[in-house]
């Protein structure tokens, strides 16, 4: 199976580029666990100085790939948080705010606008991210695409795809899929079915995120590059935290994830690779080094 051809810029051959770390990571951070019941999406309209701050670092630090902060800004999920603000102006700061910080530090990273699939379930599976509102503001923001992340099965992944294309029909797309711990999708079926999506949909580049941690993602990732000869992606989670002092503890810290990004990339010839959830500069930094000094990838 493959992906269709993709712009040079998009997916260089030779080595793979390097993401950013996890945007609600460094917010909560600033901000604290106790004000993110509001989530950290707001603050692109309400406190944009952190938000570009945090893009900036994550750059500084070696990141080619910048995500937005817009995982849970869909109208609905802002509505049910109390959030003010409309879904089309949260995406389209989010989106703005990774230009400015590209270009406070004379950068050309990648920038994608980030779609979250909320939490529907069964027929609601997808609802979220389907929102044309975040759609319509990541497009007007100037992203260089869109990346429809931790995906919790096909129904939704479809449901997205669809939505996106009925605003846009030629925007990149990225897909990144989430496993249960056996490695399966919690919404049923596994890296075959993936594959078999990313070939329909003729995404950009399909790959997994989040999940349990480096480690885990082994199995399921060589397997999906078995299935899937196209561009190729991963960004593990930093382990499954634990709640420390009031705040989340990660257990993977930034040389075990800079080595297992290094050999992952190597392996299974990733064009995209990095962490998710409790990945910080430091990690990207160390990614970075890790990245230089192995050469990056071999395209399978």
Same mark, same amino acid.
């Given at each position: 199976?493959?992906?269709?051809?993709?712009?040079?810029?998009?997916?260089?051959?030779?080595?793979?580029?390097?993401?950013?770390?996890?945007? =609600?990571?460094?917010? @909560?951070?600033?901000?604290?666990?106790?004000?993110?019941?509001?989530?950290?999406?707001?603050?692109?309209?309400?406190?944009?100085?952190?938000?570009? %701050?945090?893009?900036?670092?994550?750059?500084?630090?070696?990141?080619?790939?910048?995500?937005?902060?817009? /995982?849970?800004?869909? &109208?609905?999920?802002?509505?049910?948080?109390?959030?003010?603000? *409309?879904?089309?102006?949260?995406?389209?700061?989010?989106?703005?705010?990774?230009? #400015?910080?590209?270009?406070?530090?004379?950068?050309?990273? @990648?920038?994608?606008?980030?779609?979250?699939?909320?939490?529907?379930?069964?027929?609601?599976?997808?609802?979220?991210?389907?929102?044309?509102?975040?759609?319509?503001?990541?497009?007007?923001?100037?992203?260089?695409?869109? @990346?429809?992340?931790?995906?919790?099965?096909? *129904?939704?992944? *479809?449901?997205?795809?669809?939505?996106?294309?009925?605003?846009?029909?030629?925007?990149?797309?990225?897909?990144? /899929?989430?496993?249960?711990?056996?490695?399966?999708?919690?919404?049923?079926?596994?890296?075959?079915?993936?594959?078999? /999506?990313?070939?329909?949909?003729?995404?950009?580049?399909?790959?997994?995120?989040?999940?349990? =941690?480096?480690?885990?993602?082994?199995?399921?990732?060589?397997?999906?590059?078995? %299935?899937? *000869?196209? $561009?190729?992606?991963?960004?593990?989670?930093?382990?499954?935290?634990? @709640?420390?002092? =009031?705040?989340?503890?990660? $257990?993977?810290?930034?040389?075990?994830?800079? #080595?297992?990004?290094?050999? &992952?990339?190597?392996?299974?010839?990733?064009?995209?690779?990095?962490?998710?959830?409790?990945?910080?500069?430091?990690?990207? #930094? %160390?990614?970075?080094?890790?990245?230089?000094?192995?050469?990056?990838?071999?395209?399978?």
């Amino acid at each position: 199976m493959h992906g269709r051809a993709t712009d040079s810029r998009w997916l260089p051959e030779g080595g793979p580029l390097l993401l950013d770390g996890a945007a =609600g990571t460094g917010l @909560l951070a600033r901000i604290g666990e106790s004000a993110s019941g509001s989530g950290v999406e707001r603050l692109n309209l309400d406190d944009p100085v952190m938000v570009r %701050a945090l893009h900036r670092e994550h750059l500084a630090a070696g990141a080619q790939v910048l995500r937005s902060n817009t /995982f849970c800004s869909s &109208a609905g999920e802002l509505s049910r948080r109390g959030v003010p603000h *409309r879904a089309e102006d949260v995406a389209r700061a989010g989106a703005e705010l990774l230009r #400015a910080a590209a270009r406070d530090l004379g950068a050309e990273p @990648l920038c994608l606008g980030v779609i979250g699939p909320g939490s529907g379930t069964g027929e609601a599976s997808g609802e979220a991210g389907a929102d044309p509102r975040r759609i319509r503001g990541l497009l007007d923001g100037g992203v260089d695409g869109l @990346l429809l992340e931790t995906l919790p099965g096909i *129904r939704a992944a *479809r449901r997205i795809v669809k939505a996106v294309r009925d605003e846009d029909g030629t925007v990149p797309l990225l897909s990144t /899929f989430s496993l249960t711990e056996d490695g399966r999708l919690p919404e049923g079926g596994d890296v075959e079915d993936i594959a078999r /999506f990313a070939a329909d949909f003729e995404v950009d580049l399909v790959g997994l995120n989040c999940s349990f =941690g480096p480690a885990p993602m082994d199995g399921p990732l060589s397997a999906l590059r078995g %299935a899937w *000869r196209g $561009p190729l992606g991963a960004w593990p989670n930093a382990g499954v935290p634990s @709640l420390e002092d =009031g705040g989340w503890a990660w $257990p993977v810290d930034a040389e075990c994830m800079a #080595a297992w990004c290094s050999s &992952a990339a190597r392996s299974q010839g990733l064009r995209i690779v990095g962490g998710c959830c409790g990945t910080t500069t430091e990690h990207v #930094a %160390a990614i970075a080094a890790a990245l230089a000094q192995s050469g990056g990838s071999t395209p399978p």
